[in-house]
């Protein structure tokens, strides 16, 4: 093999593991690798978890989802208040400002699918849609990782991370 075959094989081989992430489009919205966590058998809920970027110059609002192993999907803020963790529904959704970026995850904003159809497990793959005011619906698939895991700590790479948060 030559010396440039053999360049190009090392660079498709070290971008490989990009091909993994995916990520999704909806007008000015940009969705970057929904992933969601395993859960214990008989657990009613779970939690979807990414991030958004508004790259538009008006803003947009997620006001809602769906997904195809619950019975319903609601935007949830996670905060603490006097050393307590509280958690409550954004009812009128949660605004994205042009330019802005929010990040879906532990102990801060994340999607609660309630009323659980199925146990979630590692390494599945998850349909869902994400509902904006604006950009309108788009279909999106949560990568499930560990039940202590984060995005991209799967067996698609090999790693495990533990998230104490």
Same mark, same amino acid.
């Given at each position: *093999? ?16 990009? +091909? ?92 609660? *699918? ?20 604006? +950009? ?30």
């Amino acid at each position: *093999m030559s010396l440039k075959a053999s360049l190009i094989a090392a660079a498709i081989a070290l971008a490989a593991p990009a +091909a993994i992430a995916h990520d999704y489009k909806a007008g000015a919205i940009e969705i970057d690798h929904p992933w969601a966590r395993a859960t214990p058998r008989g657990a009613s809920v779970a939690a979807g978890y990414f991030k958004l970027t508004n790259t538009g110059s008006t803003p947009d609002r997620l006001v809602g989802g769906t997904s195809e192993v619950a019975g319903r999907v609601e935007i949830h803020e996670m905060t603490m208040s006097d050393g307590v963790m509280r958690m409550r529904p954004l009812k009128d959704g949660l605004e994205l400002k042009p330019g802005g970026t929010v990040e879906f995850k532990s102990s801060s904003f994340h999607l609660m *699918m309630v009323g659980l159809k199925q146990q979630l497990q590692q390494g599945q793959r998850i349909k869902g849609t994400l509902i904006f005011e604006k +950009a309108g619906p788009v279909d999106v698939e949560y990568v499930v990782e560990g039940i202590g895991g984060a995005p991209g700590a799967g067996p698609a790479n090999g790693q495990t991370h533990m998230n104490m948060h």
